[in-house]
C-alpha cells in the first residue's frame, strides 16, 4: 500500500463543526447538575496575535537584528532590512552563527534566531522586556476578531482557561471587554492559583507577559518550563478536570510546553485534543505535536487564520458576533449600575457619577442608535455570522442596494450560500446579476473581490447545468464568461502589487479553461491553457503563503490536466508526472479518518495510476496497478465508515477491474 493511501502514523483529521459540537458537549451545565462537563482550556500562540499586528518568533528576530546591528555600529547601520542587517553582522565578525541558524533563501532562518539573539545577545531581563514591548507597542495596541470572540466563548461559560505563549495582553482584552475580570499568572511564581476547576476564568503566561521582569525568550528558559514542579502540577491539573483542550495558532516548536503536554498525554490517554492549523494537513506541526496528536481522542483541525477560524466556529456555533460588539451599551448600562457615588459629602465626584450615568442613559435613546439603513444591514451581519442566511437575506431585501455597495455584496453572498444549502431556483441567478453590478460600481480590492466572487458564482453555474439537462452551450457560457472577466482584470491586478489576488484571478481562469477542455471533445489547446494558468497561480500562493486551501486546489487542478493530456496525447512522461502531482495532493490532504467530500484526492491518485498502468508496456504495468488497488482499499473503509454505499461500490468495481488486469498480466 502507499504512502499516500494509507498513513496510520498520521493525525486524525475533524472539521471545525466536529470542534463546534465538542464544545457545546463540554460545557458546564448552568445548574451544576450531574451532567456538568469539566469545561474547555485554550492553549494559544503566536498565530492568533499576528492580525492584530504582533509580531510572530520571525518578526522579533528581525527587530533584534536591526537593533543589534545599529547598536554595533554605533549608528552607522540603521536599517530597516533585517536581511542586510544580518548580512553585516556576520560579514563583520560580530555574530557566529551555527549552520542549522545560517540564513536561507526562503527566509525559515528567522524563527530560529529568536532564542539565538536572547541568549547569546539581549540576556538582560531589562533589555528583553524592552524589546518585547517594542514589539508589543507596534501592533497599535489593536485586538482582533479572534480574541474578541475567543473572550465571548470564556464570557459564556464554554472556556474556564486560556493557555498562552504569547507576551501580549490581547486575551486580556477579549475576556475584560465583555465585562468579566479573569484570574491571571504570568510568571511561573504565580501559577499556584491556577485551579483545575476555576469559579472565576484564569489566563496563564506560559513564557511570561510584557509586564513581567523574568520573561522567558531563550531556548534554556523555555526548557526549565517543564522542568518547573509548579507548572507540571498546573498542567495537569487542568488537563484531568477538563473535557477539552484545544490549540490554535501554536505550532509546538519549542520543548517546554510540548513535555508538559506529552507527560500529561502520558498519563491521561484518553484527553481530548483539537490542534487547529493554519495550513491543510500536519506538515507545519513539530515533531512533539505529530506525536502527541497519535493518540487516542486527538484530532486536527485546519482553521487557516486565526480570525477565520474564530469566525466559523462562532457560525458554527450559532453565536455570531460577542455581545458587547452586538451591544456596547448594555456593558455601559452594567458599569453605571456597578458604579457608586461615594456616601461621604464629595460634590464634584457625585456630579461626575451622575453624568457617566446620564450619558449612558444619552446613548440607550432609540433615537441615538443606528439609522434604519445600517441597522439592517448590521442585523444581516450578524445573521450571517451565525450561519442563518435566510434570515440575513430576507432583512437586505429591504435595504437600499442600489446606494449601498456592502449591503448588496453582503446580499449577494447570502443568496449563493443559501443555493449552496437549498438549491433554490432563482438564487444564484440573482447573485449573479448583483455581483455583475457591483464589478462595475466599485474598484481597488473591494473591486477585486467583487470579481473573484462573480467567477466563483459563474463556475457553479456552469457546473450546475453540466449536471442537469441545459445542454452544452449554457455549461460552456458561464465559463468563457469567467475566461473575459478575469482577463479583463488581470492588468488592473498585477502579481507585484496584487500577489494574491493576482494568483486567484489565475486560479479562476485555470479553472474555467480546465472545464473546457475537458468536454468532449477534449479540447488541448484549452488544458494547455489552463497549464500556464496554474502555474502562474502556483507561484502567486507559494509566495503568499496562501492558508485558504487554494494552494491544495491548484496543485490537485494541475494534477488532472496532466493527467487528462498525458491520457489524450499519449504521453507516458505526462501520466508519470501526473501521478506524482496526485500523490503530493493526497500526501497534504492526508487524513485517517477522512470525511465523504475529502476522498477526492485519493480517488484522483487512483485514476491517475490506472491511466499510466493502461499506457505502460506490459511489464511495467504491474506497479501502479497494484497501487492504484491499495489507494483504492483505502476508499473503500472511507466510504464504509460514511455509509456511502454507492461510492464504495464504485471503488470495488475499479478494484475488480484492476484484479482482472492482473490476473491477464500474470497469464
Known amino acids: 500500500m502507499s504512502d499516500a493511501a494509507e498513513s496510520p502514523s498520521e493525525p486524525i483529521s475533524k472539521e471545525i463543526s466536529n470542534l463546534a459540537t465538542a464544545l457545546v458537549l463540554a460545557k458546564p451545565s448552568a445548574d451544576g447538575g450531574e451532567s456538568e462537563g469539566g469545561g474547555t482550556v485554550f492553549l494559544i500562540g503566536a498565530g492568533c496575535s499576528v492580525s492584530a499586528g504582533i509580531e510572530p518568533a520571525a518578526g522579533v528576530a528581525k527587530y533584534c537584528a536591526k537593533k543589534l546591528a545599529r547598536k554595533l555600529s554605533n549608528g552607522s547601520l540603521d536599517t530597516q532590512d533585517a536581511d542586510v542587517a544580518l548580512n553585516w553582522l556576520i560579514e563583520e565578525r560580530r555574530i557566529t552563527l551555527a549552520p542549522a541558524k545560517s540564513p536561507r533563501p526562503d527566509g525559515s532562518h528567522w524563527a530560529g534566531l529568536y532564542s539565538y539573539f536572547f541568549e547569546a545577545h539581549f540576556q538582560s531581563?531589562?533589555?528583553?522586556?524592552?524589546?518585547?514591548?517594542?514589539?508589543?507597542?507596534?501592533?497599535?495596541?489593536?485586538?482582533?476578531?479572534?480574541?474578541?470572540?475567543?473572550?465571548?466563548?470564556?464570557?459564556?461559560?464554554?472556556?474556564?482557561?486560556?493557555?498562552?505563549?504569547?507576551?501580549?495582553?490581547?486575551?486580556?482584552?477579549?475576556?475584560?471587554?465583555?465585562?468579566?475580570?479573569?484570574?491571571?499568572?504570568?510568571?511561573?511564581?504565580?501559577?499556584?492559583?491556577?485551579?483545575?476547576?476555576?469559579k472565576r476564568p484564569q489566563v496563564v503566561h506560559l513564557h511570561g507577559s510584557m509586564h513581567t521582569y523574568d520573561l522567558r525568550n531563550s531556548a534554556t528558559s523555555l526548557a526549565e518550563t517543564s522542568r518547573h514542579s509548579t507548572a507540571q502540577a498546573m498542567v495537569h491539573t487542568l488537563m484531568k478536570e477538563c473535557d477539552l483542550l484545544v490549540v490554535v495558532g501554536y505550532s509546538g516548536g519549542e520543548e517546554g510546553i510540548m513535555t508538559l503536554l506529552q507527560d500529561a498525554g502520558r498519563v491521561m490517554q484518553k484527553l481530548v485534543i483539537y490542534w487547529v492549523t493554519f495550513t491543510p494537513g500536519s506538515e507545519s506541526l513539530s515533531e512533539n505535536a505529530h506525536e502527541l496528536l497519535l493518540g487516542e481522542n486527538k484530532f486536527l483541525v485546519w482553521g487557516?487564520?486565526?480570525?477565520?477560524?474564530?469566525g466559523q466556529l462562532m457560525s458554527e456555533?450559532?453565536?455570531?458576533?460577542?455581545?458587547?460588539?452586538?451591544?456596547?451599551?448594555k456593558i455601559l448600562n452594567e458599569q453605571s449600575e456597578r458604579l457608586k457615588a461615594p456616601e461621604e459629602d464629595l460634590p464634584e465626584i457625585q456630579i461626575l457619577v451622575d453624568a457617566f450615568k446620564a450619558r449612558v442613559n444619552y446613548a440607550n435613546r432609540p433615537e441615538h442608535r443606528l439609522d434604519e439603513q445600517d441597522g439592517r444591514k448590521v442585523q444581516a451581519a450578524a445573521m450571517r455570522a451565525r450561519g442563518d442566511f435566510r434570515a440575513a437575506y430576507i432583512i437586505l431585501e429591504e435595504a437600499n442596494r442600489d446606494q449601498d455597495v456592502e449591503a448588496a455584496r453582503l446580499h449577494a453572498l447570502n443568496a449563493l450560500s443559501l443555493w449552496e444549502e437549498q438549491r433554490e431556483?432563482?438564487?444564484?441567478?440573482?447573485?449573479?446579476?448583483?455581483?455583475?453590478?457591483?464589478?462595475?460600481?466599485?474598484?481597488?480590492?473591494v473591486r477585486l473581490e467583487n470579481i473573484l466572487s462573480l467567477g466563483q458564482a459563474?463556475?457553479?453555474?456552469?457546473?450546475?447545468?453540466?449536471?442537469?439537462?441545459?445542454?452544452?452551450?449554457?455549461?460552456?457560457?458561464?465559463?468563457?464568461?469567467?475566461?473575459?472577466v478575469v482577463e479583463q482584470a488581470l492588468?488592473?491586478?498585477?502579481?507585484?502589487?496584487?500577489?494574491?489576488?493576482?494568483?486567484?484571478?489565475?486560479?479562476?481562469?485555470?479553472?474555467?479553461?480546465?472545464?473546457q477542455g475537458e468536454r468532449k471533445p477534449t479540447n488541448v489547446e484549452a488544458l494547455n491553457g489552463a497549464r500556464a494558468a496554474y502555474e502562474f497561480a502556483l507561484i502567486g500562493l507559494q509566495a503568499a503563503n496562501d492558508s485558504g486551501g487554494l494552494l491544495i486546489e491548484a496543485k490537485a487542478g494541475l494534477a488532472a490536466v496532466y493527467q487528462v493530456l498525458g491520457e489524450e496525447t499519449n504521453d507516458l512522461e505526462m501520466l508519470r508526472d501526473a501521478v506524482r502531482r496526485h500523490r503530493e495532493v493526497a500526501e497534504l490532504s492526508r487524513r485517517t479518518d477522512r470525511p465523504l467530500e475529502d476522498a477526492g484526492p485519493l480517488l484522483n491518485l487512483a485514476g491517475a495510476l490506472i491511466a499510466l498502468a493502461k499506457g505502460e508496456v506490459a511489464a511495467a504495468r504491474v506497479h501502479p496497478y497494484q497501487e492504484a488497488r491499495?489507494?483504492?482499499?483505502?476508499?473503500?473503509?472511507?466510504?464504509?465508515?460514511?455509509?456511502d454505499d454507492a461510492a464504495e461500490q464504485e471503488a470495488r468495481k475499479l478494484i475488480a477491474e484492476i484484479d482482472v488486469a492482473l490476473r491477464d498480466l500474470e497469464d
Not at 431556483?425 to 480590492?445: I, K
Open 125 to 198: 531581563a531589562n533589555m528583553q522586556r524592552e524589546i518585547i514591548n517594542a514589539i508589543v507597542a507596534q501592533g497599535g495596541d489593536k485586538l482582533n476578531w479572534a480574541h474578541a470572540c475567543l473572550g465571548e466563548l470564556v464570557r459564556l461559560g464554554y472556556v474556564h482557561t486560556v493557555l498562552t505563549t504569547n507576551f501580549d495582553q490581547l486575551v486580556l482584552q477579549g475576556i475584560i471587554r465583555t465585562g468579566l475580570m479573569p484570574v491571571t499568572a504570568d510568571g511561573l511564581e504565580a501559577l499556584n492559583r491556577i485551579v483545575g476547576r476555576p
Open 304 to 310: 487557516g487564520p486565526a480570525d477565520r477560524f474564530f
Open 317 to 329: 456555533m450559532k453565536l455570531g458576533e460577542p455581545e458587547w460588539v452586538r451591544d456596547p451599551i
Open 425 to 445: 431556483s432563482g438564487l444564484l441567478d440573482a447573485a449573479l446579476a448583483e455581483l455583475e453590478g457591483l464589478v462595475d460600481r466599485t474598484e481597488g480590492e
Open 458 to 484: 459563474l463556475l457553479t453555474q456552469s457546473e450546475s447545468a453540466a449536471q442537469t439537462d441545459s445542454g452544452a452551450a449554457a455549461a460552456a457560457a458561464p465559463l468563457e464568461k469567467v475566461e473575459g
Open 491 to 515: 492588468p488592473d491586478y498585477p502579481a507585484d502589487r496584487f500577489l494574491l489576488g493576482n494568483a486567484r484571478l489565475n486560479l479562476l481562469k485555470a479553472q474555467a479553461l480546465q472545464s
Open 630 to 643: 491499495a489507494v483504492l482499499d483505502r476508499l473503500v473503509t472511507i466510504h464504509q465508515r460514511q455509509g
